[in-house]
């Protein structure tokens, strides 16, 4: 079985400031992808960012960005120039070929603080 | 093009009664996911249809949970008899097909039991 960890439950810190958000998983599958997904109190499930298995290249979007070491089995979230509508639940998530259902962590709840 | 349009947002319900919950895919995608997330916790699988067709009911309880998805309209999630312990939020997500493929989500149905 699939399994996903987000060590930190909560996390803050000042508006413009860079913070990165933890996941490790466990699986013996070599074709899957990982996301990131954002919360926010509206409850909403937004994509922030995802990564394929294969390629080596980190995935960035914009201000979001991930470092991806496929051998630790790690999959971290950095948040560069971190503005007040970054606060969020932040779910990790992963899914594997031949089985479509996402796996999720705990998620990670991050404050911005202005 | 419209996203995952679930409905309603709320629903309160007493024990014992039914609930229904509906979730219209993107268009375009003929996957559909549901998710249920407990308060404080992350998102859990429960069911995965294509049209007319259930494909993974593994995360779904045995008893008295159901869902399905038409031909025509919305997929519908049943909870029959409903329990305290059932009040949740429950996500629907869909996808154009299955496989590796980003899961859109819908803002959810929040679940009220009495």
């Known amino acids: 079985a699939q399994t996903v960890t987000q060590s930190q439950p909560e996390m803050s810190v000042q508006e413009a400031e860079t913070v990165t958000l933890s996941c490790t998983y466990d699986?013996?599958?070599?074709?899957?992808?990982l996301f990131w997904y954002k919360q926010p109190p509206s409850r909403q499930m937004i994509l922030v960012i995802r990564?394929?298995?294969?390629?080596?290249q980190n995935a960035t979007e914009n201000r979001f960005s991930v470092n991806f070491q496929k051998a630790a089995k790690s999959f971290s979230l950095k948040i560069s120039d971190s503005q007040l509508g970054d606060t969020a639940m932040y779910f990790c998530?992963?899914?594997?070929?031949?089985?479509?259902?996402?796996?999720f962590g705990t998620g990670t709840r991050l404050t911005i603080i202005p | 093009n419209a996203g995952v349009m679930q409905n309603p947002r709320h629903l309160v319900r007493r024990r014992g009664q039914e609930a229904r919950l509906r979730c219209s895919p993107m268009?375009?995608?003929?996957?559909v996911y549901w998710y249920r997330q407990l308060p404080e916790e992350g998102l859990k699988f429960m069911v995965y249809?294509?049209?007319?067709?259930?494909?993974?009911e593994s995360g779904m309880p045995k008893e008295r949970f159901s869902a399905e998805f038409p031909k025509e309209g919305p997929s519908i999630l049943r909870i029959q008899q409903v329990v305290r312990g059932d009040s949740a939020a429950y996500f629907c997500?869909?996808?154009?097909?299955?496989?590796?493929?980003?899961?859109?989500f819908g803002a959810g149905t929040r679940l009220s039991v009495l």
């Open positions: 249809l294509q049209k007319e067709n259930i494909i993974d």
């Open positions: 997500a869909s996808s154009p097909s299955g496989g590796l493929n980003i899961q859109y």
């Open positions: 990564q394929e298995a294969y390629k080596q």
């Open positions: 268009k375009g995608h003929s996957h």
């Open positions: 998530a992963f899914l594997y070929f031949g089985n479509e259902k996402l796996t």
């Open positions: 699986t013996s599958e070599n074709n899957y992808y």
